[in-house]
């Protein structure tokens, strides 16, 4: 029977890395191994680690880089250095970055026996209960992160909807992570090894997107030189996204209402149903009802496609799961760009917690990626874009004008916010210098 402390190797030398796992298995110990700095935070990030064992000198990111962001992201797991180039100077670094121990390559199994029961001991039992409490309750849900009351009621549905096949229709204005909800309902249930496929209805030409969802046949039309299926047969057994479902054709809409009536589709050219077993999980950020009004959409498709709708929050709606995606992208990219982490002044969240994010969570990313291409060791307020700064804030309770005078209105506070400056004001505005002194005229 294995104990509980999972353990987590990291070591870049793979002959080392499988023989500390094969002492530490042998010692009835569940372990985690990673070849590099950025395998071992993908672990630390999802798993309940109750011991970090890490090598020093490896390449890119080194271990002692590690040992100080976990002190700092997870102070209460130990930290046990393993390495084969001792020197007092670095032993002394080691420990003040947070290790609990220190051995030197070659060791028996016996003294790391004591090394890890001497650094698991460093850590309380209340501290580990208090640790998984605190994974569990931050743990992102699929790709899904966030833990406000409007995120938790989206998992919440989704977690109803993983291990069963009923139609999904999922809401949200541009950049809330339509297609990560449909990417969790895939892939937390039951038929997560089947196959997720994504299709961009309003990324493929009108012409061409019924034969790509469909298939055809040789000869079904000038260009169809062989048989093909579609992407119906290609999602067979899982789950096919359909986004910006509103970009469909009437001529479209009516193939898709036969095959959710009928479970079956018939290639372009073809007289022969072919029967498929299919999650369909539709999005949009348009109205779809207002669709039905001009004719654009068919209502019976609608109710078809709505059998659980899931309503994604804008980023507005859960500004407190902005630091949790913050966090999440400047490892990501300060990873992907500097090749070490990041950090970020207290100034820069505050500013990023207060903005209104129109572009919800697709903005927040873009804005972090140029951040951290901007900075150097810490993201602070001067990197951040211009017309986030300087962000104008509107009462909503305010009074009802023309375009003409909120326009105006606009321009005299964004030229006040930027002390009168033009051209700062004219990026913030994206125009140009010329327009902004034609319309200040």
Same mark, same amino acid.
């Given at each position: ?23 530490? /298995? ?82 028996? $199994?016996?003294?790391? $026996?004591? #090394? ?49 096949? #009923? ?39 009108? @012409? ?7 298939? &055809?046949?040789?000869? #079904?039309?000038?260009?169809?030189? $062989? ?20 970009? #469909? ?8 209402? +036969? ?43 609608? &109710? ?72 150097? +060791? ?12 300087? /962000? ?27 002390? @009168? ?21």
């Amino acid at each position: 029977m294995l104990n509980k402390e999972n353990i987590l190797i990291v070591d870049d030398d793979i002959h080392i890395l499988e023989l500390i796992q094969r002492h530490l /298995q042998s010692l009835n110990y569940h372990t985690y191994k990673a070849i590099s700095v950025k395998e071992a935070l993908e672990i630390l990030k999802d798993s309940s680690i109750d011991l970090l064992i890490t090598d020093l000198q490896m390449p890119g990111i080194d271990g002692l880089e590690l040992i100080k962001y976990a002190s700092e992201h997870y102070p209460k797991i130990p930290k046990l250095v393993v390495t084969g180039f001792p020197s007092i100077n670095g032993a002394l670094e080691v420990m003040k970055s947070g290790a609990v121990d220190y051995i030197t390559k070659p060791f028996t $199994k016996e003294e790391l $026996k004591t #090394a890890i029961l001497k650094s698991l001991e460093s850590k309380p039992k209340e501290d580990k209960i208090a640790d998984i409490k605190e994974v569990e309750a931050n743990k992102p849900y699929g790709e899904l992160i966030g833990s406000s009351p409007a995120i938790k009621k989206v998992t919440a549905v989704i977690e109803r909807l993983k291990n069963n096949k #009923a139609t999904v229709f999922i809401n949200g204005e541009s950049g809330t992570g339509k297609e990560l909800v449909a990417r969790s309902i895939h892939y937390m249930g039951k038929y997560s090894s089947a196959p997720f496929i994504v299709v961009n209805c309003g990324a493929i030409p009108e @012409n061409l997107l019924e034969s790509e969802l469909f298939g &055809y046949l040789k000869g #079904a039309f000038t260009g169809a030189e $062989k048989d093909r299926k579609g992407f119906f047969q290609a999602a067979n057994n899982g789950t096919i996204f359909l986004d910006e479902i509103g970009n #469909a054709s009437l001529s479209t809409q009516l193939r898709l209402l +036969r095959v959710l009536q009928e479970k079956e589709v018939v290639r372009i050219g073809s007289q022969k149903p072919e029967k498929i077993d299919v999650r369909v999980v539709a999005a949009t950020n348009v109205d779809l009802k207002e669709l039905i009004k001009k004719e654009l959409f068919r209502e019976d498709l609608y &109710y078809r496609l709505t059998v659980v709708q899931i309503d994604v929050p804008s980023l507005l709606e859960r500004i407190s799961d902005i630091p949790l995606l913050v966090n999440k992208f400047l490892f990501k990219y300060g990873i992907e760009y500097k090749d070490r982490f990041l950090k970020i002044t207290p100034e820069a969240m505050d500013i990023l917690k207060s903005y209104n994010w129109p572009g919800n969570i697709r903005e927040l990313e873009n804005v972090i990626q140029r951040a951290i291409i901007m900075s150097d +060791r810490f993201v602070d307020v001067e990197h951040l874009p211009e017309h986030v700064k300087y /962000q104008i804030d509107f009462s909503k309770t305010q009074k009802l004008v023309s375009l003409k005078e909120f326009q105006k209105n606009y321009i005299l506070k964004v030229l006040q916010a930027t002390n @009168n400056n033009k051209t700062k004001a004219a990026e913030i505005l994206q125009i140009d210098r010329k327009t902004l002194r034609e319309k200040l005229k």
